[in-house]
C-alpha cells in the first residue's frame, strides 16, 4: 500500500506546467475537492495570528522613535541615558537576537505545541516583552525586554504564516497570507506614528513600547478563542497520537468554525479528503530529524530558505538606512525629521503591499517575484550610478530609493512569507519553515552589521552594485528554482510539486 502511494507521488512530480496552472486537477481516485466558505468566517482566523506580524512591524518602526527620545538628556525621563554605541545597538537588535533564539525553539517545540498554542504563547511573550521595556528601571531591564518581545516576535513569524495556510480556504490563501506582510508594514506605519507623537515627551520611549501591550493582549484572548488549525490535528492523529473518529469529529467542528455556516454541509467531506491526501503523500511517519534534508523537505528548504535569504542579502535594511539622507540631498524639507521621511515610505511600502495582496492570487507567486525583483536589480544599479557617477543628479537616488521599496513590496516582502508557509510538507512543516525563519532573521543580522565595514572598505557605490549582483542571482533563483503554487491546495503542493 505505501509503495503503491510512493510511486504514484514519484509520477506526481512529473506533471506539466500545464497541469499545475489548472489547479482542479483530481488529485486521488479522481476526486477533485471543491472549497465553499464564508468570507465574514474568514477573517478572525487570519485577523488574530496576523496581529503577530503588526506587533513585529510596530516594534521596527517605534523603536527608530525610541532610540531618539531614549538618548536625550532633557526627554529620556532616566539617569541612564548616556549610553554607549554598543548599547544603544543592543536596544535596537535585542529584539532581532529574540528573535533568532525564538526561530530556534520553534524548532523544538512546534510541532508538539499546535500552531494555536504556539501563538498563544507568543502573545504572551509579546505582552511581558512590552511591559518590561516600557517599565523598566535600569538598562539591563531594558534588554531583557527586548529578548522577551524578540522571542515572540520568533515564534509568531514561525506560527502565524503556518497557521493562516493551514486554516485560509484555497482560493485565498495567497492574498491572506500576503495580507500579513500588509499587517507588518501597517505595524511599521503605527510604530513611526507612534514615535512621532510620544517623541517629545519626557520618558516618550515609555509610551512607544508600552502601546503594543493591549494589541498583545487581543492577540492572546483571539488566539485562545480560535480553533487549533484541522490539518494539525489530522496529521497528529494519522500519526497514532489520539483516537481517528474522535478526532476527525473535533476537525469536522474546527472547519465548520473557520469556513462558517455555509461550509457545514461539506465540513466532512473536506475532512475526508485531507485525510486521503494525508495518506497519499505518506504522513504516517513522525518526521526524524535527519529527513529535513533529503527528499521532499530538502527541495522545499532550498526553496523557502533562498527565498528568504535573498529577501535580505539583497540589501533591504540598508537602503531604507540610507532613506533620510537620500530625501534630504534632493531637498525634501520633510527629509530633515526622521520620524515624517519614515512615514512617507511606511505610506508607500503600505500601497505597494495592498497591490500585491490584491494580485498574488489572480497573477500567481512567480510573476509577482520575477517582476519585483527585477525592479529591486535596476534600482540597486541606480543607487551605485548616484553613489558614484551621478551625485549631482540626487533625482537619481530618489527614484532608485522608490523604485526598491515598491518593487520589494510586491516581491520579496509578502511573497517571501507566503512561499515558506506553503511549500513544506505538512508532517516536517513546523521544523523546515523554523529554519527558514531562522535563516531571514540571521541574515538580516548579518547584511545589519556587515554593513558599515563593508562601506568603509569599498565605498557606497561598490557596495550597492553588489547588492544588485546578488539581486541578479536571486532572480535566477526565482527563474529555475521556485515553483508556481497559486490555486492549488497545501496537499496538491506537496504532490505535485515537490
Known amino acids: 500500500m505505501a509503495s503503491g502511494a510512493n510511486s504514484d507521488t514519484l509520477l506526481a512530480r512529473d506533471v506539466t506546467s500545464s497541469e499545475i496552472e489548472n489547479p482542479r486537477q483530481p488529485l486521488i481516485n479522481g476526486v477533485t475537492s471543491s472549497e465553499s466558505y464564508s468570507a465574514t468566517a474568514a477573517i478572525l482566523p487570519f485577523l488574530f495570528p496576523a496581529l503577530g506580524g503588526l506587533l513585529y512591524g510596530y516594534d521596527i518602526g517605534a523603536t527608530s522613535g525610541a532610540k531618539i527620545s531614549l538618548q536625550s538628556s532633557s526627554l529620556s525621563g532616566t539617569t541612564w541615558y548616556n549610553l554607549s554605541s ?3 545597538g543592543l536596544v535596537v537588535s535585542g529584539s ?15 510541532d508538539f505545541l499546535g500552531r494555536r498554542r504556539e501563538l498563544i504563547i507568543s502573545a504572551v511573550l509579546y505582552f511581558v516583552g512590552a511591559l518590561l521595556t516600557a517599565l523598566a528601571p535600569n538598562f539591563p531591564v531594558m534588554v531583557i525586554g527586548r529578548f522577551v518581545f524578540g522571542t515572540g516576535i520568533g515564534l509568531a513569524m514561525h506560527a502565524a504564516p503556518m497557521y493562516i495556510a493551514e486554516t485560509s480556504p484555497t482560493q485565498i490563501r495567497g492574498r491572506l497570507i500576503s495580507l500579513k506582510e500588509f499587517f507588518i508594514v501597517f505595524g511599521m506605519l503605527l510604530g513611526y506614528i507612534s514615535g512621532s507623537i510620544y517623541v517629545n515627551l519626557i520618558g516618550g520611549w515609555r509610551y512607544m ?3 503594543s501591550a493591549p494589541i498583545c493582549l487581543i492577540m ?3 488566539m485562545w478563542w480560535l480553533p487549533p488549525s484541522p490539518r494539525w490535528l489530522l496529521l497528529c492523529t494519522i500519526q497514532g497520537k489520539g483516537s481517528l473518529p474522535h478526532v476527525r469529529e473535533v476537525a469536522i467542528t474546527c472547519l465548520c468554525r473557520l469556513r462558517g455556516v455555509a461550509f457545514s454541509s461539506s465540513a466532512s467531506e ?6 486521503d491526501e494525508l495518506s497519499y503523500v505518506d504522513q504516517e511517519k513522525q518526521a ?7 527528499g521532499k523537505c530538502l527541495k522545499a528548504l532550498i526553496i523557502g530558505a533562498g527565498l528568504v535569504f535573498f529577501q535580505q542579502v539583497t540589501g533591504q535594511p540598508s537602503v531604507l538606512y540610507y532613506a533620510a539622507t537620500i530625501l534630504q540631498s534632493a ?3 520633510a527629509a530633515s525629521d526622521a520620524t515624517r521621511v519614515s512615514i512617507l515610505l511606511g505610506l508607500l511600502k503600505l500601497i505597494m503591499t495592498g497591490v500585491a495582496v490584491l494580485v498574488v492570487d489572480r497573477l500567481g507567486r512567480r510573476p509577482l517575484l520575477i517582476g519585483g525583483v527585477s525592479g529591486i536589480a535596476i534600482s540597486l544599479f541606480l543607487l551605485s550610478s548616484y553613489y558614484t557617477l551621478l551625485k549631482a543628479l540626487p533625482a537619481v537616488a530618489v527614484i532608485a530609493l522608490l523604485l526598491y521599496v515598491g518593487c520589494y513590496q510586491l516581491s520579496f516582502g509578502p511573497i517571501g512569507w507566503l512561499m515558506i508557509s506553503e511549500i513544506f510538507p505538512l508532517r516536517l512543516r513546523g521544523r523546515g519553515l523554523s529554519i527558514a525563519v531562522l535563516v531571514n532573521f540571521a541574515s538580516n543580522a548579518l547584511v545589519t552589521f556587515a554593513f558599515s565595514p563593508l562601506e568603509t572598505l569599498v565605498g557606497t557605490g561598490v557596495l550597492f552594485a553588489g547588492f544588485g549582483v546578488i539581486a541578479i542571482a536571486s532572480l535566477l533563483f526565482i527563474f529555475f528554482i521556485v515553483p508556481e503554487t497559486k490555486g492549488l491546495t497545501l496537499e ?3 504532490a505535485k510539486i515537490l
Open 492 to 494: 496538491e503542493i506537496e
Open 331 to 333: 531637498g525634501f524639507s
Open 209 to 211: 513600547y508600552a502601546t
Open 96 to 110: 532581532l537576537y529574540g528573535a533568532l533564539i525564538g526561530s530556534v525553539l520553534a524548532f523544538t517545540i512546534a
Open 270 to 275: 473536506q475532512v475526508d479528503l485531507i485525510l
Open 220 to 222: 492572546g484572548i483571539g
Open 288 to 294: 526524524a530529524f535527519s529527513e529535513i534534508f533529503q
Open 86 to 88: 554598543l548599547e544603544i
